[in-house]
């Protein structure tokens, strides 16, 4: 699959991590909680495939500023180590415990 294959997602989930309700975001697409800042190890080589069969945790490490995609959020899976950056959200709550 293609990055032109991008497929979307922003549906409203609990955090397996925190139990924190996410819904879904008003702008953009969520893929971390916005309590814990954790997300989950789904995705294989495109952002949205779902095709990952780790299902790790995906633990906040740092926040880098990336130009014109702005902040974001790397994620390591703690379960098989891979680690992928993920666009922050307006409704962060914590995003200073990673800086």
């Known amino acids: 699959m293609s990055r032109k294959e ?3 997602h922003n549906e409203g989930f ?3 991590v925190c139990k924190v309700m996410n819904p ?3 702008r953009g697409e969520r893929n971390h909680c916005r309590a814990c ?3 989950l190890h789904v995705d294989v080589e495109t952002p949205g495939d779902r095709q990952s069969s780790c299902g790790g945790a ?3 490490i740092a926040l ?3 130009g014109s995609k702005g902040f974001m959020l790397k994620h390591h899976c703690v379960k098989c180590g ?3 950056l993920n666009s922050t959200a307006d409704d962060d709550e914590r995003i200073e415990r990673v800086q």
């Open 64 to 66: 880098e500023y990336k």
């Open 58 to 60: 995906m633990q906040p």
């Open 82 to 84: 891979k680690e992928i």
């Open 37 to 39: 800042l954790y997300s």
């Open 6 to 8: 991008f497929k979307r």
């Open 14 to 16: 609990v955090c397996q």
């Open 24 to 26: 879904p975001l008003i």
